[in-house]
C-alpha cells in the first residue's frame, strides 16, 4: 500500500514537471516569435515569466535540489524585467540583479565540485580571460559611463562560465551560451552595427543557457 502510494506521488510529481518544462517551451516560443514578429505586447508579457516557469520545473521534479538554483533563476527573473524598462537606472538595477544570478551559480556550482579538475579549470579561466580582455578592450570605446559596471559585471559572466565548463560538456556548453548572449548585448551598448535578428539571437542564446546551467545543476546534485 505504502509503496503504491509512493509511486503515485513520484508519478504525479513527473507529471507537474513535465508540464510545467512544457509551458517553459511554450512560453520560449512564444517569446522568441515575437522578437521575430515585432509583436510587443507578448514580448513583454512572456519574458518576466520565462525563469519562474524554469525555477517551478527544477523544484517540482528534483529529488534534490541545488540550494541557491532557485535563487538564481529568480534573481534572472528580476533581470530580465528591469531590462524591459528603458532608462539607464533601470538596465544598471538589472544587471546587478543579473550579477547576483551569477554570484549564486558560480557558488553552486563550486560547491557541486566544479573545481576540483585544477588542471582543467586553469585551461578554461585563461581562455575565458583571454577572451574577456580582447572583448573588452574592443568593447571599451563604445561603453561610455557604462564602461566600469560592464567590466566588473562581465568577470562575473566569466566566472560563471569557468565554473559551470567544471561540470562537463552540458554545463560548459551553457556558460559558453550566456556568455555569448550577454556579449550581443554589450556590442549594442558600444553602437557596434547590429546582426539582422540581433534580439532574436540574445533571447534564443540565453533561454538556451539558462536551461542547460539549470539542467547541468540539478545533474550534478543528483551525483553528489
Not at 6 to 13: G, N, R, V
Not at 17 to 43: I, M, P, R
Not at 117 to 142: E, Q
Not at 198 to 206: A, K, L, P, V
Amino acid at each position: 500500500m505504502l509503496t503504491s502510494l509512493a509511486t503515485f506521488a513520484d508519478s504525479k510529481l513527473a507529471g507537474r514537471a513535465k508540464g510545467l518544462l512544457t509551458a517553459f517551451a511554450a512560453t520560449s516560443a512564444a517569446h522568441l516569435g515575437s522578437l521575430l514578429t515585432d509583436t510587443h505586447v507578448v514580448e513583454q508579457a512572456t519574458k518576466p515569466a520565462l525563469m519562474p516557469l524554469l525555477a517551478a520545473h527544477a523544484v517540482s521534479g528534483a529529488e534534490r535540489l541545488p540550494r541557491l538554483l532557485a535563487p538564481a533563476l529568480l534573481a534572472s527573473t528580476a533581470g530580465d524585467t528591469l531590462l524591459q524598462v528603458d532608462a539607464e537606472p533601470a538596465f544598471l538595477a538589472g544587471m546587478g540583479a543579473f550579477a547576483t544570478a551569477h554570484v549564486c551559480y558560480i557558488t553552486m556550482f563550486a560547491q557541486q565540485g566544479a573545481l576540483t579538475d585544477r588542471r582543467r579549470i586553469a585551461i578554461t579561466a585563461a581562455a575565458y580571460a583571454t577572451a574577456w580582455a580582447v572583448m573588452l578592450s574592443r568593447l571599451w570605446p563604445g561603453l561610455g559611463t557604462l564602461k566600469v559596471p560592464v567590466a566588473g559585471y562581465s568577470l562575473l559572466l566569466a566566472g560563471t562560465a569557468v565554473t559551470a565548463a567544471g561540470l562537463g560538456l552540458r554545463g560548459g556548453l551553457g556558460g559558453g551560451l550566456f556568455l555569448l548572449s550577454d556579449t550581443l548585448i554589450a556590442t549594442r551598448l558600444a553602437g557596434w552595427k547590429q546582426l539582422p535578428g540581433h534580439e532574436f539571437w540574445i533571447m534564443s542564446t540565453y533561454i538556451t543557457a539558462q536551461y542547460l546551467l539549470a539542467t547541468a545543476a540539478l545533474k550534478a546534485e543528483q551525483e553528489n
